[in-house]
């Protein structure tokens, strides 16, 4: 199956970078995604890596390492509408396409 | 152009009883997928379809879900009988394909089992 871990939460104050880590775990790599939630609303697409490197999409950056099955999501100039939940998403080729999801990173922006 | 319908919005039911839930994907997505989604925690796929075949259901408790898809574009998904840890929220999501189209996700169906 695909294992996908990320930290559960991450505080920081408004105009400052954070950094949020997931590490995933699949059989067939095929693509991987960062989705923005807010409170009692839908999943919205942030960021889409397939190949090494860093995707740069103004303030929001994704990185991805194949090899290490890692990526990041880099959030730059922190606003408070920040504040919201991070899942990182694998999606597996030899399964199909299965789309799977991380548990979510919430993260708060203080003021 | 319009997004992933879903209804209802929200749902009350008692265990035991029984519910459905409907989805509408955006137009020409082959792609459609259930999530359940419990408070504080991230999306589970429960059944993905590819047009109107069912691609992975390993996560459906199948003796008491069930979902289809219809001609290969609308879906329902019911739950029967519910208990009370089917609370949750669930998500309807849908994609053009496979490799990097992103999924697109419905406004959701809360559900709380009474």
């Known amino acids: 199956g695909q294992n996908i871990d990320q930290p559960t939460e991450m505080t920081a104050t408004e105009g400052a970078i954070v950094q949020i880590n997931c590490t995933y775990q699949?059989?067939?790599?095929?693509?991987l995604f960062w989705y923005q939630q807010h409170a009692g609303e839908a999943p919205t697409f942030l960021s889409y890596n397939v190949l090494d490197g860093l995707e740069e999409k103004g303030r929001f950056s994704s990185f991805l390492s194949r090899s290490k099955g890692y990526s990041y999501l880099l959030l730059k100039e922190l606003q408070m509408k920040d504040s919201a939940s991070y899942l990182c998403?694998?999606?597996?080729?030899?399964?199909?396409?299965?789309?799977?999801f991380g548990a979510g990173t919430t993260v708060t922006v203080r003021a | 152009e319009a997004g992933v319908a879903q209804s209802p919005r929200y749902k009350i039911i008692e265990k035991r009883q029984s519910v459905a839930f409907w989805c509408n994907p955006i137009?020409?997505?082959?792609?459609l997928y259930w999530y359940q989604q419990i408070l504080g925690q991230g999306p589970k796929l429960l059944i993905q379809?590819?047009?109107?075949?069912?691609?992975?259901d390993s996560q459906l408790p199948k003796d008491r879900f069930s979902a289809e898809r219809l001609k290969g574009v609308d879906s329902t998904l019911k739950i029967q009988p519910a208990k009370l840890e089917d609370s949750a929220v669930y998500l309807c999501?849908?994609?053009?394909?496979?490799?990097?189209?992103?999924?697109?996700f419905g406004q959701g169906t809360r559900l709380t089992v009474v």
């Open positions: 999501a849908s994609s053009l394909g496979g490799g990097g189209t992103e999924a697109f």
């Open positions: 998403a694998v999606r597996d080729q030899v399964r199909d396409y299965k789309l799977s």
């Open positions: 699949t059989s067939g790599f095929n693509g």
């Open positions: 137009s020409g997505h082959a792609t």
């Open positions: 379809f590819q047009n109107n075949g069912v691609v992975d």
